[in-house]
């Protein structure tokens, strides 16, 4: 099936509405593709009545600006389709179509057309109906001025798996959620063999790809200092579950690593860890005996198994193998915390835990090296 | 704007049929801002486009467009819009209004207020600041 263009050729766009308006308006939207947007600024230009220079973003671009994690200036300057256009808004059409032209070199790069530093989404004066709202939060890590950006790219990564994973299941378990789109996420689990790294990889980029732009996780503010901190941000109830299944884990990592030992070994002795799903026989004991193990190793990870059996069509190794990697995945992201490399503000704990698991906050004070300066005595 | 008040009754622009709306009222604001050209402000810097002759583009309300834009904002520092660039380029000041009741009608969208001035208001410019 051919994949729908994500941006018009077309030289007009409609108009979807004015965001700042200050005797005119000053700020506009339009929309040019299913993905692509032009966001214009009023600049004066002979010529032209009402005349802008539009910078042509991702919808993605769109929620990160709508998010306050990048200014306007920032989208005229990376606009994810590398176009830029000029338009007059007095020759908008009944239908709302605006005719563009291509802005030159020096339309675009003009610094009397461009906004200056520092104009954020905030400033808004108008409400567009369609523009994106989702319930985000910002969630805040703690780490220090030893970071690079391969660290953070690294740990975002480690999130972003887990989040995927978190989400697809909630989407695929919502009721909300259309037909069409569950088989989707069906496949994604089943669709992979798993079989080597990069089948992992894809699941858990075919995963992230289900998502819609406003639910993605994306990274937010970063202050590279000691203390400094990185703000992530996502849906709030995919953050807390994330941060449930850390502390899940450390709280009983000897029996899970141990667990997760005992069903990898058992696969591998069974030369499974790599053999076609479609070989795989459901009825032997071998198969009894790997469901047996995964669904105790998913209640130790506290995942729904019947949720995982569901997504892989009843596969008893696809299954297995995706508790696998999800272990794996929780273990890493871990890591960073053991490391000492990472740690959450204290004051969050509380928030994390309704009801914090026994021992929970002392557990993560003692394991978790403080990163903030010593108290003065 | 508690200047002199001649006839509170008409306003000083002619404006379209049923404007203002009929949810602006008439209230006071301690501290409002405008970005005018002029220091001290001068009458054309209150009038709306309209008043000027000036054709609303497509989709935009007629009334709003005899309306002259005022802002609130607890921290002057914190109006960024001289970052847009006709703001920049058309405007060198901000005006630090005081408008009552008296002044004419308002509709506020939280931090953007539009305003339709009584005839005979003069405003009620309590300070001035470059951009």
New interface residues.
């Given amino acids: 099936m051919k994949t729908p263009a994500k941006k018009s050729n077309k030289p007009e766009a409609r108009l979807m509405g004015t965001l700042v308006y200050l005797d005119e308006p000053q700020v506009v939207l339009l929309e040019h593709g299913p993905d692509a947007r032009i966001i214009g600024v009023a600049i004066d230009k002979e010529g032209y009545d009402y005349g802008f220079l539009g910078a042509e973003i991702s919808f993605n671009q769109l929620v990160n600006y709508l998010r306050e994690l990048v200014d306007l200036r920032n989208l005229f300057l990376v606009p994810r389709y590398r176009s830029w256009y000029l338009f007059d808004l007095a020759l908008t059409n009944e239908n709302q179509i605006v005719p563009l032209k291509r802005a030159t070199k020096e339309d675009y790069q003009n610094e009397e057309f461009l906004p200056a530093p520092q104009f954020f989404a905030r400033n808004h004066t108008e409400e567009l109906v369609e523009l994106p709202t989702a319930e985000l939060v910002k969630q805040k890590y703690l780490i220090d001025g030893t970071w690079s950006p391969q660290d953070l790219s690294i740990f975002f990564a480690r999130i972003n798996d887990l989040y995927s994973f978190f989400l697809g299941i909630k989407k695929f378990q919502s009721s909300v959620t259309s037909l069409d789109q569950k088989k989707q996420f069906i496949r994604a689990f089943s669709d992979h063999p798993l079989r080597g790294g990069s089948s992992y990889v894809g699941l858990y980029g075919d995963l992230k790809g289900l998502l819609g732009f406003e639910e993605r996780l994306a990274m937010g503010a970063i202050k590279k200092e000691s203390p400094g901190y990185l703000d992530i941000e996502g849906k709030s109830e995919v953050l807390s579950e994330i941060t449930s299944a850390l502390c899940v884990y450390s709280q009983n990592a000897e029996e899970i690593t141990a667990h997760y030992k005992q069903l990898h070994s058992f696969l591998s002795k069974m030369k499974l860890l790599k053999a076609e799903p479609d070989r795989f026989d459901p009825t032997s004991p071998v198969a009894g005996r790997i469901k047996e193990l995964s669904k105790h190793f998913a209640t130790l990870l506290n995942v729904d198994y019947t949720a995982i059996e569901t997504l892989t069509g009843k596969h008893i190794l696809l299954s297995a193998k995706i508790l696998l990697s999800h272990y794996r995945r929780i273990e890493r992201y871990n890591l960073f915390f053991i490391e000492g490399r990472v740690q959450f503000p204290e004051e969050d704990y509380a928030e994390f835990f309704v009801e914090p698991p026994q021992g929970v906050q002392e557990h993560l004070v003692q394991t978790l090296p403080k990163l903030l300066p010593p108290q003065e005595t | 704007m508690s200047g002199s008040i001649k006839a509170a009754s008409k306003f000083v622009e002619q404006l379209p049929a049923s404007c203002p709306p009929a949810e602006a009222v008439a209230v006071n604001y301690e501290t409002i801002w405008r ?1 005018v050209n002029s220091n001290p402000p001068i009458e054309s810097d209150f009038q ?2 309209a008043m000027r002759n000036k ?6 309300d007629p009334c ?2 005899a309306s ?2 005022l802002f609130l904002i607890d921290n002057v520092n914190n109006l ?11 405007y060198k000041f901000l005006a630090q209004l005081k408008v009552t009741h008296l002044c004419g009608v308002t509709l506020s ?4 207020v539009d305003f339709w001035r009584f005839s005979g208001v003069i405003p009620n410019v309590t300070r001035v600041i470059a951009l």
């Fill in positions: 970005y709306s486009h054709n609303p583009p497509p989709g935009v709003r467009w002259c834009s960024a819009y001289k970052a847009l660039p006709k703001v920049k380029k058309k969208n939280g931090r953007h």
